[in-house]
């Protein structure tokens, strides 16, 4: 009964949708055509499941021998990822792929299920391109890489009630996929199949651009396509500058001549009053945008605006695709010119992370209307969006590095950590595997103070103290050195470095070596204790102050005993040392 009622309220709780009726409309079959697509085919109401994408799919390569259907792995569930390959030519590997010439885009959809939106446009541009030929410039212009639907899993877990505030489709699929996981979490750590098979296909295909498709959560605003990229401070400055000042202008004005509203990516999030601002974003690696930052691969996230009709949102992603090919087709050299400049670049401080920093610019912000109202039942006030239009100046936050290290020459792994070092190669990260044992003059980390966090992402997050010192260090042999002078050094850095949030460290891939192995027992160690207090007054001191400072250790006497144990010779002397080395 309860969920009925909740399913019957919900969209009256939804704010007002801003009218529209853009000329992009004018793209739309009619929902009898032969080559009306599913979305099309429901007047712009549903998206279809993911046989029926397949189905479509595979009758557009019938009809086209410029169409092909690739697997790029199997999900948990057993269901291909499928990649659609559209170019010249027929040409269906990578290495047909690049001898056309063409730069390469790859349109991703469905990491969000429930965000669907760019897998309905892509159909709509391949059959334009490819049955009805109203697009034939299209493959002239780019050769055309399409992931439908990524977490086909989720998509499958299809449901009328699975985002409350979304407009549109009746049905989509869930967030996470069947282990509940969520992919745009999982870039940096790599644990799920359907990441593990995107991170080979970005290796193994190369794109020249990578957009990433979804639909916002948070805040109502005019914009109805917001999209971009890690701010201009990040890891790929070069990209970043060709980015705002070649592709967003272009494209910016394509969307305007076709009636939709663009924007920077928002991240307002149900604030209760939007007139404060927003700042910019410096994603982690974890994130779609903020990968391609960091291994230098221009990436764009697109975020359609949820509260917009579906209708709206997917037929604006249609233009906003359409133009990035052919800003690519002008733009290719230049952007290729900033990947190389970027992947050149040697910091010799790597950012690791991020925080508001700096003055605040005034941003123009295209607002909707607002007022606060009593929220009973959540004790206090609730912004009410009121479906007019407001155009306000707020402040826009800009980011600086919270954390930095000085690069290293290399880092060191052994290779006892076999998943470790399988990540590492997964990334495309280049390392050299000894064969024999080989000292090295390294700094080491020794952690402290361990902190495990809530399970996040099918893992227990972990934080720690860091203190460097120098060491000689023999790595046996299977161990790993992993240059930082290469294209992905900034990466390693990213995944290797334990202060890092997205680190390997911190995503608990380490947690072993925080944990004693030896112990002793009270009948051995309180005797010994007493004959080391006795024989040693610096020790001796260090212990009453440590007793005077901390009651709780006073009252402990488990606690005073390992306190002195570990400052004996039959400790682990490795207990807290992060195995990773740098060398310098």
Do not use: C
Request: proline residues 8%; aromatic residues 8%; charged residues 25%.
């Amino acid at each position: 009964m309860l969920a009925t009622l909740a399913l019957a309220l919900a969209a009256d709780v939804l704010p007002p949708a801003l009218p529209w009726n853009g000329k992009s409309e004018t793209l739309l079959l009619a929902p009898g055509h032969p080559w009306a697509t599913p979305f099309e085919a429901s007047a712009g109401s549903r998206t279809p499941s993911y046989d029926e994408t397949v189905a479509f799919l595979r009758r557009l390569a019938a009809a086209s021998p410029e169409l092909r259907l690739v697997s790029l792995g199997r999900s948990g569930e057993g269901r291909d990822v499928w990649m659609a390959v559209a170019a010249r030519g027929g040409a269906a590997t990578p290495e047909a792929v690049r001898r056309l010439g063409k730069p390469v885009l790859l349109v991703q959809a469905g990491i969000h299920a429930g965000e669907i939106d760019g897998k309905d446009a892509t159909l709509m541009l391949l059959r334009d391109a490819l049955a009805t030929k109203a697009r034939r410039a299209l493959l002239d212009r780019v050769s055309l890489l399409f992931i439908p639907i990524l977490n086909v899993d989720g998509h499958e877990r299809s449901s009328e009630t699975n985002r409350i505030n979304q407009r549109g489709p009746e049905r989509m699929g869930w967030r996470t996929n069947a282990t509940n996981l969520n992919l745009n979490r999982d870039y940096a750590k790599a644990d799920t199949p359907e990441i593990r098979a995107l991170l080979r296909a970005l290796d193994e295909w190369a794109p020249d651009l990578y957009v990433d498709v979804h639909v916002t959560d948070g805040a109502d605003y005019e914009y109805d396509v917001t999209y971009g990229w890690d701010a201009g401070n990040g890891h790929s400055p070069a990209i970043t500058q060709w980015l705002d000042a070649r592709l967003r202008p272009a494209v910016d004005r394509d969307l305007e001549a076709m009636g939709h509203v663009p924007g920077p990516l928002i991240q307002v999030n149900d604030a209760l009053d939007p007139g404060q601002g927003f700042g910019d974003w410096v994603a982690d690696p974890r994130y779609s945008n903020g990968y391609g930052d960091a291994r230098h691969l221009p990436t764009i996230l697109v975020e359609n605006h949820s509260l917009k009709p579906f209708r709206q949102r997917v037929l604006g992603t249609v233009v906003f695709l359409d133009s990035l090919a052919r800003v690519l087709d002008a733009g290719a050299p230049s952007l290729r010119e900033a990947v190389a400049a970027d992947e050149a670049r040697r910091p010799a401080l790597v950012p690791l992370a991020w925080r508001a920093e700096g003055p605040k610019r005034d941003f123009a912000f295209k607002a909707v209307e607002w007022r606060l109202v009593p929220a009973p039942v959540a004790g206090g006030q609730r912004i009410e969006y009121l479906g007019r239009p407001k155009r306000i100046t707020v402040p826009r936050q800009g980011m600086g590095p919270s954390i930095r290290v000085e690069r290293p020459r290399a880092y060191w792994i052994p290779g006892a950590w076999r998943d470790v070092i399988e990540r590492i190669a997964l990334h495309g990260i280049r390392f050299e595997t000894i064969t024999a044992p080989r000292t090295v003059q390294v700094e080491r980390y020794r952690l402290s103070d361990p902190r495990l966090g809530a399970p996040f992402e099918g893992r227990v997050p972990v934080t720690a103290s860091v203190r460097s010192e120098v060491a000689t260090e023999t790595f046996p042999a299977a161990s790993v050195r992993v240059p930082t002078d290469q294209p992905r050094g900034d990466l390693a850095a990213l995944l290797l470095e334990p202060e890092s949030p997205d680190s390997l460290f911190q995503w608990g891939f380490f947690l072993s070596v925080l944990q004693p192995t030896e112990y002793v027992e009270t009948y051995v160690m309180a005797p010994l204790a007493e004959r080391m207090l006795a024989a040693d007054g610096t020790l001796r001191a260090e212990y009453e102050s440590k007793l005077a400072q901390d009651p709780a250790f006073a009252k402990d006497g488990a606690a005073r005993l390992e306190w002195l144990y570990r400052r004996t010779p039959y400790a682990d002397a490795r207990h807290g040392i992060y195995p990773v080395a740098r060398e310098r």
